[in-house]
Nanobody
Framework: QLRLVESGGGLVQPGGSLRLSCAASESTLDNYDISWFRQAPGKEREGFSCISRTGLSIRYEDSVKGRFVISRDRDKNMIFLQMNSLQLEDTAVYYC????????????WGNGTQVTVSL
């Protein structure tokens, strides 16, 4: 069993930055590929960044490429998302997802953290 808790969300002006964290407990993240998803009001949840178990493969959707950076800290058993140059359309609830790199049925979600970009 894996428990994920996101934190770091908040209210920020356009152009600002936030750093989201995803803390794992009850098990190690070492065998999991990690993704960040977000869900804006009235829209479906969408994945926009992922990092492989090894950390060697990282991907971003075009909407966040060049502005967001995903990283993982094995010692702390945590995942981070540095978000820069935030835009109004980045407003959403942000979720981290951990899926076992082999046993894909082992798939876990956090409860999300709200990010609001507003003037």
């Amino acid at each position: 069993q894996l428990r994920l808790v996101e934190s770091g969300g908040g209210l920020v002006q356009p152009g600002g930055s936030l750093r989201l964290s995803c803390a794992a407990s009850e098990s190690t993240l070492d065998n999991y590929d990690i993704s960040w998803f977000r869900q804006a009001p009235g829209k479906e949840r969408e994945g926009f960044s992922c990092i492989s178990r090894t950390g060697l493969s990282i991907r971003y959707e075009d909407s966040v490429k060049g502005r967001f950076v995903i990283s993982r800290d094995r010692d702390k058993n945590m995942i981070f998302l540095q978000m820069n140059s935030l835009q109004l359309e980045d407003t959403a609830v942000y979720y981290c997802n951990a899926r076992h790199s082999i046993y894909h049925a082992l798939d876990y979600w956090g409860n999300g953290t709200q990010v609001t970009v507003s003037l």
